[in-house]
């Protein structure tokens, strides 16, 4: 059975922290890995990681993914409060494009 | 562009009534469909999800069926509703055609069974 792990489950920062939140997989027919940021309502998406080792870049977040280990990291760096949201790291695997989720971090950035 | 439309956005039923939410696609052609539900507390978990009209695959057995009478309209369904089926129903489409799928959400339903 496909599974996925998020850690923690939830944090609390203060503004302007680094944030680390990691996902880990047990997967057959890997193809994608997504994270998605959750606030009130829809997921929206953030990265997709296909190739080991490639960082993905948008603004102050970034993720990479490990296809050795497992596992991948979603970094935020100067946390904002904007920020506070659930974050769920997804595995895409291949077929029907079945979706696997996390139960995803919450993450409360305190001003 | 493509688009995914969700409604109603909030719902609350009394437990035994039917129920009925829908989703439509612009914008693509032969999208894969997706419903996933959200219980407080818990991540996404996926209930059906549909490659094509007519053809549905249920991932977990429950109170609720699917249905895809057009190629971008995907309606889930209860004939009679639960209090656990509380929650809040996402439904979501990729194109299905390469290894590069990103799963895009509708805006949601939140039901609320009392």
């Known amino acids: 059975e496909d599974k996925v792990v998020q850690s923690p489950l939830s944090l609390v920062v203060h503004e302007g922290d680094t944030v680390t939140l990691n996902c880990s997989y047990e997967?057959?027919?890997?193809?994608?890995l997504l994270w998605y940021k959750q606030e009130k309502k829809a997921p929206t998406f953030l990265f997709m990681l296909?190739?080991?080792?490639i960082e993905k870049k948008s603004g102050r977040l970034s993720s990479i993914l490990d296809k050795k280990e497992l596992f991948s990291i979603l970094n935020i760096t100067a946390t904002q409060t904007g920020d506070s949201a659930i974050y769920l790291c997804?595995?895409?695997?291949?077929?029907?494009?079945?979706?696997?989720f996390g139960k995803g971090t919450m993450l409360l950035v305190s001003p | 562009s493509q688009t995914i439309h969700q409604w109603p956005a909030t719902l609350v039923q009394p437990v035994g009534s039917p129920l009925s939410l829908e989703c439509t696609v612009e914008?693509?052609?032969?999208?894969?469909l997706y419903w996933y539900r959200q219980a407080a507390g818990r991540g996404l978990q996926l209930l059906f999800y549909?490659?094509?009209?007519?053809?549905i695959s249920s991932e977990v057995p429950q109170n609720l069926s699917a249905s895809r009478p057009q190629d971008r309209q995907f309606i889930l369904s209860s004939k009679k509703l639960l209090l656990s089926d509380s929650g809040f129903y996402l439904c979501?489409?990729?194109?299905?055609?390469?290894?590069?799928?990103?799963?895009?959400f509708g805006p949601g339903t939140r039901l609320t069974v009392l």
């Open positions: 997967v057959t027919n890997f193809r994608s």
């Open positions: 296909t190739s080991s080792g």
């Open positions: 997804v595995l895409l695997t291949s077929g029907y494009s079945t979706l696997t």
């Open positions: 914008g693509t052609s032969n999208p894969n």
């Open positions: 979501a489409w990729t194109s299905g055609r390469g290894p590069g799928d990103t799963q895009y």
């Open positions: 549909s490659v094509g009209i007519g053809q």
